[in-house]
């Protein structure tokens, strides 16, 4: 991730090379996408790394969530760099804000509080536009989110829709909070994901849907490894307009 504001996307660029994943809280989507971009030798980009930054930062500012103009003036000039995992403790990337390593802190049960009302407003969702369609513009990306295949990149070559049941979800969420030694309860750790849920698909801004256009793929049962190799075999089937495969193997 750079932290280049000022280009905007230009309409020409080709998104063919995009893989888009979408879908509520706690889908898998995180943990599929890196897998799967390492496989194709592409980038990750995990955008809610943007909106946690936003509300870990509005968190330690004392802002509230409902002050829109604060938030987008947050998100317009944070610090933000996402790079390769620097440790073998269950990151799948580092985040570094300010060049402070906050990967677990925007993890935190604070943040995950307060990080959907953060990403409701309008105005913080338009300063962290720009960025996305930079990265969408740069090559190969897998990027993952909540509104990736229907606002940032429409256009993406392939558009997939994760999703598994709230308590799926939420177990997973609470072993992985259990793994880092958090003691938020199974009940604490549903009710947030359901929460944010709610909020995330009724929001005016670029709502959670699901892109017209999308193959949805439910994970409840689904090993992990499958649920990549069923996205990498659509990636690898992909063609460019001379028939040649968009991903090669
Ligand atoms: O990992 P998990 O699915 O729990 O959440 P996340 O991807 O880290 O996103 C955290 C929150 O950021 C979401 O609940 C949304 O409120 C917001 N978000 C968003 O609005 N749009 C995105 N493209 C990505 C995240």
Redesign the pocket.
Known sequence: MSEVRSVSASASVDHRHIIAIDG????G??TVARLLADRLGAMLF???????VVALIALHAGIEPSDADALAEIARHARIRVTPPSDFDGRLYDVWLDGQDVTWEIRQPEV?AI??PV??HHAV?AALLPLQRIIASSGRVVM?????GTV?VPDAGLKVYLDATPEERARR?FREAQARGSNETFAEVLTETLT?DA??SGRET?P?REAPDAVRINTDRQPIDAVVAAIESLARSQRMPNGEPVWPS
Do not use: C
């Open positions: 509520p809280a706690a889908a989507k995180s995990d955008t809610g790394v943007l909106y946690r995950g990080v959907s990403a409701e969702r993952v989110g909540r509104d990736i940032v969420r944010r909020i995330d670029a959670l």
